[in-house]
């Protein structure tokens, strides 16, 4: 079954960038999403269709994505955006199957 | 404002089945796909299943084809999953969540526990 892959933790200092990948073998012609979920929450949306971010998300969250790799940005990473992200997509088919990353632990400290 | 309020979860035995429920309101449920994710204790996300607006169209993350049904009633903007022969492996938080491909709208989950 398809999967994609993302690291398991990312640590920055507040201030600096975070980045964060995602890589599967179908982004370069499937969507990436990026799911935000702090402790003890639902997940938030905070990319969809690989760069677009919805009304409310902070400018500072960006993402693109390159052949098989997708890549959220976090520009000057706050203390408020330590959470687990994942990345969301669907294999090459486009079939409405879709799969999640393992997700990436973001320490901002 | 949109919402989706998840219930059912409970403690089961393997072996045993389980229906959840997810009531939507604030946006036209009959417009949208549904999707059911999981998330085991200290496990990340996991998509489970979805169903297309009319219901004519159904999928499956493989491990729980043939135990679990997806289904939905949009008279009461309702929709379901159906887990029969439940073990171990399906302990988790069950989140309902809107489908327009990104998954914009959640509830706040539901626990089901297999021990």
């Known amino acids: 079954s398809y999967e994609v892959t993302q690291p398991p933790s990312v640590s920055v200092s507040p201030g600096q960038t975070a980045r964060i990948t995602c890589s599967g073998d179908a982004l370069p012609k499937r969507y990436a999403y990026w799911y935000q979920q702090k402790s003890g929450q639902a997940p938030v949306l905070v990319i969809f269709e690989d760069s677009k971010r919805p009304s409310g998300i902070p400018e500072r969250f960006s993402a693109s994505t390159s052949g098989t790799l997708a890549t959220l940005t976090i520009s000057g990473a706050q203390v408020e955006d330590e959470a687990d992200y994942y990345c969301y997509s669907t294999d090459i088919t486009g079939n409405r199957n879709w799969v999640f990353g393992g997700g990436t632990k973001l320490t901002v400290l | 404002e949109m919402q989706l309020e998840e219930s059912g979860g409970d403690l089961v035995q393997p072996g045993e089945s389980l229906r959840l429920s997810c009531v939507a309101s604030?946006?036209?449920?009959?417009?949208?796909?549904m999707t059911w994710v999981r998330q085991a204790p200290g496990k990340g996300l996991e998509w489970v299943a979805n169903?297309?607006?009319?219901?004519?169209?159904?999928n499956y993350v493989d491990s729980v084809k043939g135990r679990f049904t997806i289904s939905r009633d949009n008279a009461n903007n309702s929709v379901y999953l159906q887990m029969n022969s439940l073990s171990a492996e399906d302990a988790a938080v069950y989140y309902c969540?809107?489908?327009?491909?990104?998954?914009?709208?959640w509830g706040k989950g539901t626990t089901v526990t297999v021990s």
């Open positions: 604030g946006f036209p449920f009959s417009r949208y796909w």
């Open positions: 169903i297309k607006f009319d219901g004519h169209e159904r």
């Open positions: 969540a809107r489908d327009r491909y990104d998954m914009d709208v």
